[in-house]
């Protein structure tokens, strides 16, 4: 609890914190939940984590919930490309729509 307070974040927010070791082979969510803190623990008998790399000078990387189910079964995201978000073309007064 202290390193994510140390980094600048609130543990009591609900939000998940990963850690993950230097050989990629452990990981460590830490959140909380309910009056206590929950830390699941996963280890790989064989293999490494896929874990995409910080940008330059950083530290820490921010995931949706999306990238960390797949880098908790092993999916190397950085591979993965999600298609364009659709936008409504600008300029256009969608109240006037309605």
């Known amino acids: 609890m202290a390193i994510v307070r140390a ?5 009591f927010t609900g939000d998940l914190f990963v850690f993950v070791s230097r050989n990629r082979t452990r990981l460590k969510v830490l959140h909380w939940d309910h009056g ?3 830390l699941t623990y996963k280890r790989l008998e064989a293999g490494s984590f896929r874990v995409p790399l910080p940008k330059p000078g950083a530290s820490k ?3 949706d919930s ?3 189910a797949m ?10 490309r999600r298609p364009r978000v659709w936008m409504p073309p600008k300029g256009i007064d969608r ?3 309605v």
């Open 95 to 97: 109240a006037a729509q």
């Open 36 to 38: 206590g803190f929950v």
């Open 7 to 11: 980094w600048g974040f609130d543990p």
């Open 61 to 63: 990387l921010r995931l």
């Open 71 to 80: 880098l908790l079964d092993g999916i190397d995201f950085s591979r993965v």
């Open 66 to 68: 999306t990238q960390l």
